[in-house]
């Protein structure tokens, strides 16, 4: 199974403040994702990646970049954070049909 | 755009009963795609519990059983004796094959088993 870590796994920040939010995953699977989920949504898309250089936007991309910068890298940037941006974020990547996801970062922008 | 209707939560049952989280969904980008569930147990990320891809098949897993039913557009979740260790966020999901896009996730459904 794919393994995902996230760093950090929590942080706070105030609005106007920069983040990044960072992915891992060690099994050289080509896709990855960003999500935030959110109290009464589901996942949703933010930007995902095919590979090192390549960015895809998702659903929800407002407010996000992203970088891939190796395989197993793939970072999301807030560069001014807003509240609406407090959140639970998941990276995962991908084989062929499933999804594996790191264990979420959590999001406080006051 | 595909969605995916899932049993509103929280859901609350005792040890040793039944369980099932309903999950229907509709797909408007492809004929037959590809279902999940995944669990997010208590400070953990989501973890992929069972996927079928073939409609009409039952996929299982930990006592868990879904059975991909194209003629109501259902993959409802059952487990006939759910433990303590069940507590969990259960989400449906849809793959439409081209895995490139992402899933569509249903909005979780809150599971508290209690002795």
């Known amino acids: 199974e794919a393994a995902v870590t996230q760093s950090p796994r929590n942080k706070v920040t105030v609005t106007g403040g920069n983040v990044t939010l960072s992915c891992r995953q060690t099994n050289s699977h080509n896709y990855m994702y960003w999500y935030r989920q959110d109290t009464g949504h589901g996942l949703r898309l933010i930007h995902y990646s095919y590979g090192a250089g390549n960015l895809q936007i998702g659903d929800v991309p407002d407010g996000y970049k992203a970088t891939r910068t190796t395989q197993e890298d793939f970072f999301l940037l807030l560069e001014l954070a807003s509240p609406s941006q407090t959140s639970l974020y998941f990276c995962a990547s991908s084989d062929e049909d499933t999804q594996y996801f790191g264990p979420g970062t959590r999001l406080l922008v006051l | 755009g595909d969605s995916v209707t899932q049993t509103e939560g929280p859901v609350t049952v005792s040890e040793s009963e039944s369980l099932i989280i309903n999950c229907t969904y509709s797909?408007?980008?492809?004929?037959?795609?590809?279902l999940f569930w995944y669990v997010r147990y208590p400070g953990e990320g989501l973890q992929l519990l069972l996927k079928?891809?073939?409609?009409?098949q039952k996929g299982s897993s930990r006592g868990f059983e879904a059975t991909y039913n194209k003629e109501t557009t259902s993959f409802h979740l059952q487990k006939a004796s759910v433990q303590e260790s069940d507590s969990a966020v259960y989400y449906c999901?849809?793959?439409?094959?081209?895995?490139?896009?992402?899933?569509?996730f249903g909005l979780g459904t809150r599971v508290s088993v209690f002795p």
């Open positions: 797909a408007t980008s492809i004929a037959y795609p590809n």
């Open positions: 999901a849809l793959g439409d094959g081209n895995y490139a896009q992402g899933l569509t």
């Open positions: 079928v891809i073939t409609a009409g």
